[in-house]
């Protein structure tokens, strides 16, 4: 049975991470840290620490004490925020993962590291991106991503360590809000419309971008982490996609579930820059290949369940 450390559980792919590791392999076999203090269902049914990803020896403590084998690395600062603080963006984003791949050297671990379709830039191809491709981020959220495929993959050919990660796109989520990502707008817009407000986007029609369900993300993250290691040829990061749309196609999707629904274009500056220098959408089939990804949810799908859940939570 695996001893899992969530690193950077707090966010929002780590709230339901926690939850489905927890559901896999037993509550006390997942162990969830975070900065922040971790309170509630998922957290509360097993061990909780609160960890600074910034200091190793509160990972290596950790990962001592229960006996882990496998740690996801979640701490990151999303893009636009990023943008904001660039340095905020690195130490965390940097020195989170050297921390977590130095304890995994030591310790013996596995390592899982979400990049992003933030690795890619203005120069990569935009349409049907390679797996293997140029990867040039005019972002340091880019830059952070990029550096740690290539961290990963030396610690891989240099030590030894298991390290496997891929490229998410933008994730799409009832269960927690987002926190200053760029595909933001695309959680946003289900709030707006389930509550009968107008919605400003802060995209322009057009912009396209490779979206994901979090249901499949958790899917990616644990499929990845399981798959025989000898059928893998890459490692660090697999593009992995579901779908890939502008503003106006999830609005019309969601019009026809609400048909007063309306919203307006307001571009911001900074999501817009960053939004045009990604893919309109990502060749995932070295993962299909690899490892079988596959996944299970349409932006029809997604929308459908999406509405249903947020009629629960919110009205």
Request: proline content about 6%.
């Amino acid at each position: 049975m695996k001893k899992i450390l969530i690193v950077g559980a707090g966010g929002q792919i780590g709230s339901e991470l926690t939850r489905n590791l927890r559901d896999i392999y037993g509550d006390s076999n997942v162990v969830c840290s975070d900065l922040r203090p971790l309170k509630g269902d998922p957290y509360e049914r097993g061990p909780v620490e609160r960890i600074d990803s910034t200091q190793i020896m509160q990972i290596a403590t950790a990962v001592k004490q229960y006996n882990i084998d496998t740690i996801y690395n979640l701490a990151a600062i999303l893009s636009a925020t990023a943008e904001l603080n660039p340095m905020l963006g690195w130490n965390v984003g940097i020195g989170s993962l050297v921390n977590c791949l130095e304890v995994a050297r030591l310790f013996g671990c596995a390592v899982f590291t979400p990049s992003s379709i933030g690795a890619f830039g203005p120069s990569t191809p935009h349409v049907n991106t390679p797996q293997d491709t140029i990867q040039r981020p005019n972002t340091i959220y880019g830059v952070t991503k990029v550096t740690g495929e290539l961290l990963s993959d030396y610690y891989y050919t240099r030590f030894g360590v298991d390290t496997r990660s891929v490229r998410f796109p933008g994730l799409i989520s009832y269960q927690t809000l987002p926190g200053g990502g760029t595909t933001d707008y695309a959680v946003e817009i289900y709030y707006a419309a389930v509550k009968g407000e107008k919605f400003v986007c802060p995209l322009k029609k057009g912009t396209l971008m490779d979206m994901m369900y979090m249901p499949d993300a958790q899917k990616a993250m644990i499929d990845i982490m399981e798959a025989d290691p000898s059928k893998l040829v890459h490692r660090n990061s697999f593009n992995v996609t579901a779908m890939s749309f502008g503003p106006e196609t999830i609005y019309e999707v969601i019009k026809k579930r609400y048909p007063n629904f309306e919203m307006v274009y307001e571009p911001e500056p900074i999501k817009q820059a960053i939004a045009d220098s990604w893919p309109d959408n990502m060749d995932d089939s070295c993962a299909r290949k690899e490892w079988g990804w596959n996944p299970q949810y349409d932006l029809e799908k997604m929308t459908d369940d999406m509405i249903l859940n947020l009629k629960k939570k919110l009205l």
